[in-house]
């Protein structure tokens, strides 16, 4: 099962806010209050923090499972953690429109 | 997912592309401004700087934006540089020619300006016999050409009894959304305030009503973007901020590249032949203001202000002159 992103959602990444949440995540502050990112779909507004943004990135064809691997490479989290974790923000996503599986 | 912060540009920008207009509607609020128009490569400059500043959608505006000779070229330019681009118009020089040209340049969206079910209310509000005909044509012929359509009404005087009409009108047309915008008290709209504008009671009125609507009719979206209306909804995650979102989530740009907070607040901030959009966005202490209003009189004991934010700015600002203080529309009594 492949993700991919929805081609009609609207979105963007805010590089001050990225650039403050990768900031914090170097100090060890909690940056998951931070929008990194928007998300415009069907009259619906999304901002995503760091995580959720880089889940949403890696919504390019691949499995959950690669993309809790490559996750894996970019934050210090427990596989356990981060396998639930985005695989609720993907259903989440999904259920909202945002992703579709393939 | 998070819901609070404001990003670093705008999301929309409303740009009224000419101020020229075939109609002589009684609330215009843009018919005593410039006619000065932006040449078709400074509007190209105009373009590149709201997509440097990673504006989602452009929607165009004016006066009425057909009566620009080159809007299928700048419509192109936009949705080449990847904007969504949609329009508000009156629809009146509509054909199917034109909604098949329209298409073509790259309108995703368009709406029309549609104020009454009944012909003669709405020819004698716009000021042209005959046009609420021709609305209705132009709908049809954008919906045929694969066009998303909307029906935008002013509520006012002449339409507060006829809300279901305007939504079976809207259901008859196959529009996807209507649009109810609270009347606003700028320009024309100023001067017939006492004409047109509803009473506070009339409002709370009309939105118990436009939101047993929303929730009851299906296949059709009804848009209600006023705040005050935070009194007789649920919390919503449906938007990033509270209260207006202008300045917030969208900005206005004149026909001569003034930049406005929103097309009802007359306070040039900046103008993009000159200046940096995302620049302005960040610096302009008008918007600043707008973002950090403070509660003045009833809203300081009012427990929906922090998702109201004292209401309409423009409208606020127009009427009493601070922008703090609580919407005249509100009906709601001081405790």
Redesign the interface.
């Known amino acids: 099962m492949k993700i991919f992103r929805n081609p009609d959602v609207?979105w963007?990444e805010?590089?001050?806010?990225r650039e403050q949440a990768y900031k914090g995540l170097d100090t060890g502050e909690d940056v998951a209050?931070?929008?990194t990112s928007?998300l415009?779909h069907s009259?619906?507004?999304?901002?995503?923090?760091v995580l959720?943004t880089e889940i949403w990135k890696l919504c390019d064809g691949k499995t959950p499972q690669e993309i809790v691997s490559t996750l894996r490479e970019m934050f210090d989290v427990d596989e356990e953690v981060l396998r639930k974790d985005a695989g609720e923000f993907l259903q989440?996503m999904k259920e909202e429109g945002l992703v579709y599986e393939e | 997912?998070?819901?609070?912060?404001i990003?670093?540009s705008p999301?929309t920008v409303n740009w009224a592309i000419t101020n020229i207009c075939n109609f002589a509607c009684s609330h215009c609020y843009s018919r005593s401004d410039t006619t000065e128009e932006l040449s078709i490569d400074t509007v190209g400059v105009v373009l590149d700087k709201l997509a440097k500043a990673?504006v989602?959608?452009v929607n165009f505006g004016g006066g009425e934006p057909l009566l620009r000779k080159d809007l299928l070229e700048i419509a192109r330019r936009s949705a080449d540089l990847g904007f969504?681009v949609s329009m508000n118009s009156n629809g009146f020089l509509i054909d199917r020619d034109i909604a098949r040209k329209l298409k073509v340049a790259g309108f995703s969206k368009v709406g029309i300006s549609i104020d009454s079910p009944k012909p003669g209310v709405h020819d004698k509000f716009r000021g042209i016999k005959g046009s609420h005909e021709k609305a209705l044509s132009a709908l049809a012929y954008l919906k045929e050409a694969g066009i998303e359509t909307s029906i935008s009404s002013v509520i006012c005087k002449i339409n507060i009894d006829d809300v279901d009409g305007l939504v079976e009108m809207a259901l008859s047309s196959g529009v996807t959304n209507i649009n109810f915008h609270n009347f606003k008290c700028s320009g024309l709209g100023l001067a017939n305030k006492d004409i047109l504008d509803l009473t506070p009671e009339e409002w709370r009125d009309f939105y118990i009503r436009a939101i047993e609507l929303k929730k009851s009719v299906k296949n059709l979206?009804i848009?209600l973007e006023d705040p005050i209306i935070s009194q007789l909804v649920e919390k919503s995650?449906?938007?990033?901020v509270k209260g207006s979102v202008c300045g917030k989530?969208s900005l206005n740009i004149k026909s001569n590249g003034d930049i406005t907070p929103c097309g009802f607040i007359p306070m040039v901030i900046g103008n993009l032949r000159t200046d940096d959009l995302a620049d302005v966005w960040k610096n302009s202490t008008v918007l600043e203001m707008m973002r950090g209003k403070t509660a003045k009189g009833k809203c300081i004991s009012c427990d929906h202000y922090s998702d109201c934010l004292g209401g309409c700015t423009a409208r606020t600002l127009a009427l009493t002159g601070d922008m703090n203080n609580p919407d005249p529309h509100c009906w709601r009594h001081d405790s």
């Open positions: 609207m963007r805010e590089d001050e806010f209050e931070i929008g928007i415009l009259g619906k507004m999304h901002s995503l923090n959720g989440n | 997912m998070k819901n609070d912060l990003p670093s999301l990673k989602f959608s969504a979206r848009s995650n449906d938007t990033l989530l």
